[in-house]
């Protein structure tokens, strides 16, 4: 059986046609929606979740194409481009009763979060990304060997078909070498999530892939007119991140900062699964991000 949040409700909620997100909720007070990263689901945020949900409503789905949540074809390569999975989230949270809500994400699910920022500012009241940069940078600062550590990006920027047929052949492999080398601590993540993990990522190939490449191309597309129009982040944002940086040659802080004026950004020590190798930090980073 697949592992689940101890105390939260699960329900499958209709956000756009014939999709429906799996979620879980639990709390109450002022909502908090938490989006997981690669190659995860929900079960990232089973720590940071339950704390939240002493004083918060906390709303945890698996996105788009991971987990237990619907993975539509991507026929028009709109279907996972981060402005549709951002107005799934706008529309999960609406479909509960909150028309304002903060939003946090890891990974893929931050750049979602990074999205629904820019798209709906009226919406998302506090936002947090953990351990990734804006698309637009993150391609721009990836250069030279530097870039190995981000060869997955390349590959599944790739055109349909062989990217899918190369993973799907070794999807344990695939998806088990990032659990291993981007983790500091092993135990962080124990047997029956790592399991379910896999188990949810080699279901997902298909639509893994489809969000990765709409990051190498529709994706810019809407950043790049957004730094163009100046568009940024209006509500105050948190970013953790580990000090890859330094490591590759450029400043994080500042590359955020030209996205958001009210900015905290804070280096962490961990791997990067931090909801799930430090969460009383990442607990502490968004009850203070709560209160401003």
Not at 74 to 83: N, S
Not at 159 to 164: N, Q, R, V, W, Y
Not at 224 to 251: E, H, I, K, S, Y
């Amino acid at each position: 059986m697949t592992p689940r949040i101890t105390g939260f409700d699960y329900r499958r909620v209709p956000v756009a046609d014939q999709v429906a997100l799996n979620v879980a909720v639990a709390g109450s007070g002022r909502p908090i929606v938490l989006l997981h990263g690669f190659p995860q689901t929900h079960l990232m945020w089973r720590h940071v979740a339950a704390d939240l949900a002493a004083d918060h409503t906390v709303i945890v789905p698996d996105l788009r194409g991971y987990g237990d949540s619907d993975k539509p074809a991507d026929l028009d390569g709109q279907a996972y481009a981060k402005r549709t999975m951002a107005a799934d989230v706008v529309a999960l949270a609406r479909s509960l009763g909150h028309d304002r809500f903060a939003l946090a994400g890891h990974d893929r699910g931050a750049l979602v979060a990074i999205r629904a920022g820019l798209d709906h500012p009226g919406t998302v009241t506090h936002l947090a990304s953990l351990d990734v940069l804006p698309t637009l940078d993150m391609w721009e600062v990836m250069r030279g060997a530097s870039a190995a550590v981000g060869f997955h990006l390349y590959l599944m920027a790739q055109p349909p078909g062989l990217p899918e047929r190369m993973i799907a052949d070794s999807a344990d492999a695939f998806f088990g070498h990032f659990l291993d080398i981007w983790s500091r601590n092993p135990d962080a993540i124990p047997a029956d999530v790592r399991a379910a993990y896999l188990a949810a990522s080699r279901a997902a190939v298909t639509s893994i892939v489809a969000d990765y490449r709409a990051s190498a191309y529709v994706d810019v597309e809407h950043d790049t007119v957004d730094r163009a129009a100046g568009n940024r982040l209006r509500m105050p944002v948190t970013v953790l991140q580990q000090d890859w940086g330094a490591a590759l040659g450029f400043d994080a802080a500042a590359l955020w900062r030209r996205w958001a004026g009210d900015l905290e950004h804070r280096t962490v020590s961990c791997g990067h699964f931090m909801a799930e190798e430090a969460p009383a930090d990442v607990v502490k980073a968004l009850r203070d991000l709560l209160t401003r």
